[in-house]
C-alpha cells in the first residue's frame, strides 16, 4: 500500500504515476495534506506532524500489509519533521520525482509540464 499524503489526490495524478504506484505497492489510500497556516512556530507544526505519524502507523497496522510506503510532498519543515519520525520507524518515505519541461507560449508567457519519473525513497 502507498500512503499519499500530498496535496495532489492520486485520481489526479498522471496515469504513469498511478500506474508505478499500484505496479510497486498494490494499491493507494489518500490521505489529506493539512493547511499548515506560515504563521504557526516550529511547535505546532511538530505537533501536527505528531499527529499524522499516528495516523499513518494505525494505517499501516489496520491494513497489515508488507510492502507499504508514504508518498510525503509539502510544506518542508512537516515533511522533514514527518519523514524523520518514519524513518525511525523503520516506514519507507518516498518522493515523487519529475521532469520539467518549460516553453514561452506565442504571448510571451512561460508554461511548465510535468511528466513523472520515478518514487525516489528519502533516506
Request: with cysteine.
Amino acid at each position: 500500500m502507498l500512503i499519499n499524503l500530498s496535496n495532489h489526490p492520486s485520481n489526479n495524478w498522471m496515469p504513469e504515476q498511478y500506474d508505478e504506484a499500484l505496479r510497486q505497492y498494490s494499491c493507494i489510500k489518500d490521505i489529506g495534506f493539512p493547511f499548515i497556516d506560515p504563521t504557526v512556530d516550529e511547535k505546532d507544526v511538530s505537533e501536527l506532524a505528531g499527529e499524522y505519524y499516528y495516523e499513518i502507523i494505525d494505517l499501516l497496522i489496520k491494513y497489515n500489509s508488507q510492502n507499504c510506503a508514504v508518498h510525503l510532498m509539502g510544506e518542508l519543515t512537516f515533511v522533514y519533521i514527518l519523514a524523520k519520525a518514519l524513518r525511525e520507524s523503520n516506514v519507507e518515505v518516498v518522493a515523487s520525482t519529475t521532469m520539467r519541461d518549460v516553453y514561452i507560449n506565442d504571448r510571451g508567457k512561460k508554461i511548465s509540464t510535468f511528466k513523472f519519473v520515478r518514487f525516489r525513497k528519502y533516506i
